[in-house]
């Protein structure tokens, strides 16, 4: 059946059951690269999109639940040209090994960052708690998210 | 490395009951071959295995190692950048490809700079060495007084000849030799520096960057039935419940290997999961071989154990081998 979908700005309309989990749809009907399967659990992060600006694990979200709800990705943030201070900051602090995690990450500092735009290194340990990273990148994504905040604040 | 290493099963197969020692020194693998060539150059010796000069004067490299997030991509290109005298941006890296590519075997094991990074030094060496040689007839002076800058070598004379160019009228299909020397360290000018990680820009902004963003036209979707141990065997299969089922496209049988192919991903995993409920069968007469390798150093590693899984538990447990360091070997043959 036909179900219509608010993604990054642009309605789509696919051709899946209301039980799909959101993160095939995004992955496969989108060709949305952004959004990883990681365990398909919600328990690792990696697929997290925003939903009306919250954090959400796409790979146990029905799109038959998100009615009109507006579904940003990482690709809604920004690009290379012309990146996001999460994406621009996690670039300049190097702050991925593999980078699988990364997504997840930066989707759920996004929501962090919207809500308490100057987080302690305590709160953004915590904000991110949740999301793994196998890697152990941990370090340098916490310094990239303080620095997100730092240089969203300048602009 | 697999060519000249016996697999785990012929490996573990050939083993009693009996005290062991193996080594997974790749070197030792490769010790009878003649004229042994610097890292990677050893297994693939030919000089255009791993390096084009383009005929815009750029090159591009060929490296079999993997990029994992280890930084391989860009520091191999700083290494190649390095002997070929090359800026960075000029030199391209096609990422790993069984039909182009050397093969270097695995990616593990922090071995990646150690013999592919060896290997596109020895090269980018020899490859400017060749220009360089073909230059020196070209404008007529000894190849030892041309200078290089960003892929134009000059003379002390105004003469100037492109890579490009040279590159035109040199066959890079022959064997290395290894006999031009790499750049010393202390002259290095690319290598040793701090450069931004090519492969990280598309990774926070949704590119290209793993193998689950391939898309094929056509591609459909498919899931495995995984046995629940080692050593089990495919029973029964109830494959009409699941034919019928959306999207279903194949039931793949091969022996105890159980596969679904749907249209759809979520189509396939349903279908996975109801294969698993309606009663797909496994059984499990024995498990397979469990290794286990009790370290007692300085001695060498001896096999204290290679049975049955409920030998191999009870082994765990006993009083003889608590507090020692155990390895079990979890490569599948």
Redesign the interface.
Same mark, same amino acid.
């Given at each position: 059946m036909a179900i219509q979908l608010k993604v990054n700005g642009k309605t789509w309309a696919v051709t899946?059951?209301p039980d799909?989990?959101l993160l095939?749809v995004l992955?496969?009907d989108l060709?949305?690269?952004?959004a990883?399967?990681g365990c398909g659990l919600s328990q690792c992060g990696a697929c997290t999109v925003l939903v009306d600006g919250r954090a959400t694990r796409s790979c146990v979200t029905p799109i038959g639940r998100l009615g009109e709800s507006e579904v940003t &990705? @990482?690709?809604g943030?920004? &690009? @290379?040209e012309n990146?996001h201070p999460l994406?621009r900051a996690?670039?300049d602090e190097?702050a991925?090994?593999?980078?699988?995690c990364?997504?997840g990450m930066?989707m759920t500092a996004k929501e962090l960052l919207d809500r308490n735009p100057k987080p302690s290194e305590a709160e953004v340990r915590d904000g991110l708690d949740a999301n793994l990273c196998r890697?152990g990148t941990h370090g340098r994504i916490i310094r990239a998210v303080l620095k997100a905040a730092e240089l969203a604040g300048r602009i | 490395m697999n060519l000249m290493m016996p697999t785990r099963r012929e490996f573990t197969a050939g083993l009693g009951s009996i005290i062991v020692s193996f080594s997974l020194d790749p070197k030792l693998a490769f010790a009878q071959q003649a004229a042994k060539l610097p890292g990677s150059l050893a297994e693939n010796r030919m000089l255009d295995a791993w390096i084009r000069v383009n005929a815009d004067g750029s090159a591009t490299i060929f490296p079999g190692k993997v990029e994992l997030g280890q930084g391989i991509t860009t520091a191999l290109t700083q290494i190649a950048a390095e002997e070929l005298d090359l800026p960075l941006a000029r030199v391209r890296v096609l990422t790993t490809d069984t039909t182009r590519s050397p093969n270097e075997g695995f990616t593990s094991g922090s071995q990646s700079i150690e013999y592919g990074g060896t290997a596109l030094r020895f090269a980018g060496a020899e490859v400017r060495a060749i220009l360089l040689d073909l230059a020196a007839k070209r404008l007529g002076v000894a190849a030892d007084t041309l200078t290089v800058a960003d892929g134009t070598v000059a003379s002390a004379d105004g003469g100037k000849v492109g890579y490009g160019e040279l590159a035109a009228a040199v066959d890079l299909h022959r064997e290395v030799t290894a006999n031009i020397a790499p750049k010393p360290p202390a002259t290095h000018k690319i290598v040793g520096k701090s450069i931004s990680r090519f492969d990280i820009p598309k990774k926070v902004t949704g590119g290209v960057a793993y193998v689950q963003d391939m898309r094929l036209p056509g591609m459909v979707h498919g899931r495995i039935v995984r046995p629940p141990r080692p050593g089990s065997k495919l029973d029964s299969v109830d494959e009409a419940t699941v034919r019928a089922m959306p999207g279903v496209i194949a039931v793949v049988r091969d022996g105890s290997f159980l596969g679904i192919v749907a249209e759809r991903e979520e189509q396939a995993i349903k279908a996975r999961q109801a294969l698993i409920k309606s009663g797909t069968a496994f059984r499990c007469e024995h498990i397979s071989r469990l290794v286990l390798l009790a370290l007692q150093p300085p001695e060498r590693p001896q096999l204290i154990a290679e049975d049955r899984m409920g030998a191999g538990s009870a082994l765990l447990h006993s009083a003889d081998v608590q507090g020692r360091r155990f390895e079990i070997d979890l490569i599948p043959a």
């Open positions: 899946a059951e799909t989990p095939y992955r496969n060709q949305l690269n952004g990883k399967f &990705t @990482i690709e943030l920004g &690009t @290379i990146p994406q996690f670039m190097q991925a090994q593999c980078g699988y990364i997504n930066i890697c | -």
